[in-house]
């Protein structure tokens, strides 16, 4: 059993609670950590440290050329720790390991960019209208950033928020989900080897009602980042905006994937086995709804069906392991409520729908992959998230009807178009309501690329350049030259 620590103001220190909690390993069902439980007082220290890095000391006198090269330097510490982090992440959230090393493995090129991103923000020089006046903008940090981080994939969506805050001139404190927070505070500790001055980047464990709030709430706080569920995500958007706080919400999806008949069947196939079962569809661009065209319904249907009843689960550690486990037991809960939920509605269950526990599964908590086939748009199934490996397939006509289909959620995160014909792709791609729209492919991300959501999929970008704005505000700053008289009591 390992005992972790907090990570303030540049060391490891106790909870000022003095508990610690347990981390289950989703494989074995077994506690393998123990986690500090925290509270508002360790917010409060948390917050201060950053604050004062924020203000004073080495980090707030920086230059941004020095800031991006500590950031680079953190960049080449994750490389060289990336399969130890993966390690620590499979042991806790039960993903792929080969996944989890994939991502680990690309972390670092979200600090190379934003590393070289931060001596290229750059204001501008007004023309005005007035004589007299020399004016400019200038971009600042937006202060002391509250990241919240879900427990699918914990390093690589901290990465794209601190990445940019980071470039931005900000400081931080990170609350990891309470689920999966031992690779975070694994990885503070390459910001102290990176050089990072005390205080710049901090994290703070344990529960929502006990860390979460006070940390949303604190005074000192600027902006608030969240990925996570929309229920979640609306009540923290509710109290930044109490305290007018700036928020970014990266929440739920119901992604459409869309097969039409002209589409390379196989590619599509393949396509759709990954956006639903590669992440045990704990992914929140999960492609849960997979609309097929009618005339290529049931192909497609008998096709999906031959590859997802290969699918190898069992330990993921193993390289051979296809589909791992869920993460923690409320969701295994919620993922059979959800099957049974379909089966009362008139899904047709196609493939699984029930637990899996067969030796190779262990003692974890495993989901049979499940397909339901005859959904209908207006079941509970095609329309709320349901976070697991569970796929809805749906009939469409044409393009109005999946267009429809497609939009007619409260989601609007991600959505898929298989086709051979581009001007359809082009036609779907500016009509569906989505923050990314996938072209013959699924699931795929880059830190240059900006991502978030439509409707209840939640407010603002990461990744790309438009990410660093989320962490900045604009300052204008007019210069009288001397020619400028008159009046005082008249604006001019």
């Given at each position: 059993?390992?005992?972790?620590?907090?990570?303030?103001?540049?060391?490891?220190?106790?909870?000022?609670?003095?508990?610690?909690?347990?981390?289950?390993?989703?494989?074995?069902?077994?506690?393998?950590?123990?986690?500090?439980?925290?509270?508002?007082?360790?917010?409060?220290?948390?917050?201060?440290?950053?604050?004062?890095?924020?203000?004073?000391?080495?980090?707030?006198?920086?230059?941004?050329?020095?800031?991006?090269?500590?950031?680079?330097?953190?960049?080449?510490?994750?490389?060289?720790?990336?399969?130890?982090?993966?390690?620590?992440?499979?042991?806790?959230?039960?993903?792929?390991?080969?996944?989890?090393?994939?991502?680990?493995?690309?972390?670092?090129?979200?600090?190379?960019?934003?590393?070289?991103?931060?001596?290229?923000?750059?204001?501008?020089?007004?023309?005005?209208?007035?004589?007299?006046?020399?004016?400019?903008?200038?971009?600042?940090?937006?202060?002391?950033?509250?990241?919240?981080?879900?427990?699918?994939?914990?390093?690589?969506?901290?990465?794209?928020?601190?990445?940019?805050?980071?470039?931005?001139?900000?400081?931080?404190?990170?609350?990891?989900?309470?689920?999966?927070?031992?690779?975070?505070?694994?990885?503070?500790?390459?910001?102290?080897?990176?050089?990072?001055?005390?205080?710049?980047?901090?994290?703070?464990?344990?529960?929502?009602?006990?860390?979460?709030?006070?940390?949303?709430?604190?005074?000192?706080?600027?902006?608030?980042?969240?990925?996570?569920?929309?229920?979640?995500?609306?009540?923290?958007?509710?109290?930044?905006?109490?305290?007018?706080?700036?928020?970014?919400?990266?929440?739920?999806?119901?992604?459409?994937?869309?097969?039409?008949?002209?589409?390379?069947?196989?590619?599509?196939?393949?396509?759709?086995?990954?956006?639903?079962?590669?992440?045990?569809?704990?992914?929140?661009?999960?492609?849960?709804?997979?609309?097929?065209?009618?005339?290529?319904?049931?192909?497609?249907?008998?096709?999906?069906?031959?590859?997802?009843?290969?699918?190898?689960?069992?330990?993921?550690?193993?390289?051979?392991?296809?589909?791992?486990?869920?993460?923690?037991?409320?969701?295994?809960?919620?993922?059979?409520?959800?099957?049974?939920?379909?089966n009362n509605e008139g899904a047709k269950l196609l493939l699984g729908g029930k637990p899996a526990t067969g030796q190779e599964c262990g003692?974890?908590?495993?989901?049979?992959?499940?397909?339901?086939?005859?959904?209908?748009?207006?079941?509970?199934?095609?329309?709320?998230?349901?976070?697991?490996?569970?796929?809805?397939?749906?009939?469409?006509?044409?393009?109005?009807?999946?267009?429809?289909?497609?939009?007619?959620?409260?989601?609007?995160?991600?959505?898929?178009?298989?086709?051979?014909?581009?001007?359809?792709?082009?036609?779907?791609?500016?009509?569906?309501?989505?923050?990314?729209?996938?072209?013959?492919?699924?699931?795929?991300?880059?830190?240059?690329?900006?991502?978030?959501?439509?409707?209840?999929?939640?407010?603002?970008?990461?990744?790309?350049?438009?990410?660093?704005?989320?962490?900045?505000?604009?300052?204008?700053?007019?210069?009288?030259?001397?020619?400028?008289?008159?009046?005082?009591?008249v604006m001019r």
């Amino acid at each position: 059993m390992k005992r972790y620590d907090l990570f303030i103001n540049g060391e490891y220190v106790k909870p000022s609670t003095g508990t610690w909690f347990e981390s289950q390993n989703p494989f074995t069902g077994e506690a393998w950590a123990e986690i500090p439980r925290c509270d508002e007082r360790d917010v409060e220290l948390a917050v201060q440290a950053a604050h004062q890095a924020l203000t004073v000391g080495p980090w707030a006198e920086m230059s941004a050329s020095q800031r991006g090269l500590l950031i680079h330097r953190l960049g080449d510490l994750i490389a060289q720790n990336a399969a130890q982090l993966a390690q620590t992440e499979v042991r806790d959230n039960g993903k792929l390991y080969t996944e989890m090393l994939g991502q680990l493995n690309y972390i670092p090129q979200w600090f190379y960019y934003y590393g070289g991103m931060a001596d290229k923000i750059q204001g501008a020089t007004l023309p005005m209208d007035k004589k007299g006046y020399f004016t400019y903008t200038r971009h600042e940090p937006i202060g002391v950033v509250a990241a919240i981080t879900p427990w699918n994939s914990p390093l690589l969506l901290t990465a794209w928020k601190i990445a940019p805050a980071l470039a931005a001139g900000c400081t931080i404190v990170v609350k990891p989900s309470e689920f999966t927070s031992a690779s975070t505070l694994e990885f503070a500790a390459l910001f102290e080897q990176a050089g990072f001055p005390a205080g710049v980047f901090n994290v703070v464990t344990g529960f929502g009602k006990e860390v979460g709030g006070s940390l949303v709430e604190h005074p000192l706080v600027n902006k608030v980042s969240f990925t996570g569920s929309d229920a979640t995500g609306k009540l923290i958007n509710q109290q930044a905006a109490g305290n007018l706080k700036h928020a970014s919400m990266e929440l739920g999806g119901k992604s459409a994937n869309i097969i039409f008949e002209d589409a390379d069947i196989e590619q599509a196939v393949f396509g759709a086995i990954s956006g639903i079962f590669a992440a045990t569809g704990q992914t929140c661009i999960a492609g849960s709804r997979l609309l097929v065209q009618e005339n290529v319904y049931d192909t497609v249907v008998e096709k999906l069906l031959e590859i997802a009843k290969t699918a190898k689960m069992g330990n993921p550690m193993d390289e051979q392991t296809q589909v791992g486990p869920v993460t923690t037991p409320a969701q295994y809960q919620k993922i059979l409520d959800y099957i049974d939920i379909a089966n009362n509605e008139g899904a047709k269950l196609l493939l699984g729908g029930k637990p899996a526990t067969g030796q190779e599964c262990g003692s974890g908590w495993f989901v049979e992959p499940t397909i339901f086939g005859e959904v209908h748009n207006e079941m509970r199934i095609a329309q709320e998230e349901v976070f697991g490996p569970v796929l809805s397939i749906i009939r469409f006509k044409d393009e109005a009807d999946a267009l429809s289909i497609a939009n007619g959620v409260r989601f609007g995160l991600a959505s898929a178009v298989w086709t051979t014909d581009i001007g359809k792709a082009i036609r779907m791609s500016e009509k569906l309501q989505a923050g990314t729209v996938w072209v013959n492919t699924y699931r795929a991300v880059s830190y240059l690329a900006p991502f978030g959501g439509y409707k209840d999929s939640g407010l603002g970008r990461e990744n790309g350049q438009d990410a660093v704005f989320e962490f900045l505000q604009t300052k204008s700053v007019w210069i009288n030259s001397g020619a400028v008289a008159g009046n005082p009591f008249v604006m001019r």
